[in-house]
C-alpha cells in the first residue's frame, strides 16, 4: 500500500520505477494500459526531487503534459527547457532526450507514449550528476 500518496495530487503515484532507467526515486500510475489498437499508453510519473530519467528514444513520439512541480526537459546537444505546470512538450520520434525533477522539488507530468513495432522507448545511459548539475537552461 502506498501511503505517501498527495492529498492534492491529480492521480494516485501508483508503483515505483524500475531503477535501471531512472537516477533517484520516480513513481509510475499506468491511466490507459495499450489498448486493442495497440498504438498508446497513458500514464502519470512523479519524480521526486533530483530524480530524472536516463537518456532516452521514442520510435513514435512522445507527449508530456506537466500537472505539478517544476522540472525540465532537454535533448541531447541542446539547451534544457524549464518546465511547469500547465507545460506540453511535443516529443518528436527518435530524439535522444530525458525529463525529470529540479533539485530542491518534485515534478510530475503525464505521459502520452506512442507504440510501435519496435516498442515505445529505447533506454540509453543515465542522465549523470555533471551533466544534470551543470544544466544550462533556455
Ligand atoms: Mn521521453
Given at each position: 500500500m502506498n501511503t505517501q500518496n498527495d492529498q492534492n495530487a491529480i492521480f494516485s503515484k501508483g508503483e515505483k520505477v524500475s531503477a535501471d532507467y531512472f537516477t533517484g526515486t520516480a513513481?509510475?500510475?499506468?491511466?490507459?494500459?495499450?489498448?486493442?489498437?495497440?498504438t498508446?499508453?497513458?500514464?502519470?510519473?512523479?519524480?521526486e526531487p533530483g530524480c530524472r530519467n536516463n537518456w532516452h528514444k521514442h520510435p513514435a513520439g512522445q507527449i508530456l503534459l506537466i500537472t505539478d512541480g517544476k522540472g525540465y526537459y532537454q535533448e541531447k546537444g541542446k539547451t534544457a527547457r524549464a518546465l511547469a505546470k500547465g507545460d506540453v512538450v511535443?516529443?518528436?520520434?527518435?530524439?535522444?532526450?530525458?525529463?525529470?525533477?529540479?533539485?530542491?522539488?518534485?515534478f510530475t507530468h503525464v505521459v502520452i507514449t506512442n507504440?510501435?513495432?519496435?516498442?515505445a522507448v529505447?533506454?540509453?545511459a543515465p542522465v549523470t550528476d555533471e551533466e544534470y548539475?551543470?544544466?544550462?537552461i533556455e
Open positions: 513513481w509510475l500510475k499506468i491511466l490507459v494500459p495499450k489498448d486493442e489498437t495497440g498508446y499508453a497513458v500514464g502519470n510519473v512523479v519524480f511535443v516529443i518528436p520520434s527518435h530524439v535522444e532526450h530525458w525529463h525529470g525533477a529540479r533539485p530542491e522539488g518534485s507504440i510501435t513495432a519496435q516498442g529505447e533506454w540509453l548539475y551543470n544544466l544550462k
